[in-house]
T-cell receptor, first 113, second 113 residues
Framework: GAGVSQTPSNKVTEKGKYVELRCDPISGHTALYWYRQSLGQGPEFLIYFQGTGAADDSGLPNDRFFAVRPEGSVSTLKIQRTERGDSAVYLC???????????FGPGTRLTVL | SQKIEQNSEALNIQEGKTATLTCNYTNYSPAYLQWYRQDPGRGPVFLLLIRENEKEKRKERLKVTFDTTLKQSLFHITASQPADSATYLCALDRGSTLGRLYFGRGTQLTVWP
């Protein structure tokens, strides 16, 4: 079956703009995670959804970052007033349930000019 | 906060040899420890998961050990091949934190013919 997909694959924006990143998890996976990865670093946790609700958003760096998963499948990560420091690869992962292996998408490379 | 160290940023070995990668952690003890492989421009791919009450796990040419006293996991690839060249990430799941993973920076493995 299809894996986790993310769109767009690349996003270039200007400082101060708003961006939305989309994640389509594997069908039937209730757990969905967002991570951010900078060059030479491991993925850094942002937020975890169990179903439609954000069960853990403690990794979101500030209130410019927000994510939703309204129907318990597709998720959107929203970043307001982007800053150059937001430039990174944003990874989405899903799993059948918590504490299982996570299936990652290819990521969205965000560049803020 | 959780700190995870992977032994080196880069490891170069000859084809056919065994590659051994190290993951050390401090502070909290994980309930689960996972290893992922990441190729350039791609998302991480799950390899193995080991639980805190397990000492060793094997899958084909891969072996993971978990020593909760030393706070260390070792990841072995036997009979290494050039196709094994990639970055390998260690990730901790504390069990109490709903499945979020704490990643190390990764070790870049190069297997030369």
């Amino acid at each position: 079956g299809a894996g986790v997909s993310q769109t767009p694959s690349n996003k270039v924006t200007e400082k101060g703009k708003y961006v939305e990143l989309r994640c389509d998890p594997i069908s039937g996976h209730t757990a969905l995670y967002w991570y951010r990865q900078s060059l030479g670093q491991g993925p850094e946790f942002l937020i975890y959804f169990q179903g439609t609700g954000a069960a853990d958003d403690s990794g979101l760096p500030n209130d410019r970052f927000f994510a939703v998963r309204p129907e318990g499948s597709v998720s959107t990560l929203k970043i307001q007033r982007t800053e150059r420091g937001d430039s990174a690869v944003y990874l989405c992962a899903s799993s059948r349930e918590a504490h299982n292996e996570q299936f990652f998408g290819p990521g969205t490379r965000l560049t803020v000019l | 906060s959780q700190k995870i160290e992977q032994n080196s940023e880069a490891l170069n070995i000859q084809e056919g040899k065994t590659a051994t990668l190290t993951c050390n952690y401090t502070n909290y003890s994980p309930a689960y420890l996972q290893w992922y492989r990441q190729d350039p421009g791609r998302g991480p791919v799950f390899l193995l998961l080991i639980r805190e009450n397990e000492k060793e796990k094997r899958k084909e040419r891969l072996k993971v050990t978990f020593d909760t006293t030393l706070k260390q996991s070792l990841f072995h690839i036997t009979a290494s091949q050039p196709a094994d060249s990639a970055t390998y990430l260690c990730a901790l799941d504390r069990g109490s934190t709903l499945g979020r993973l704490y990643f190390g920076r990764g070790t870049q493995l190069t297997v030369w013919p």
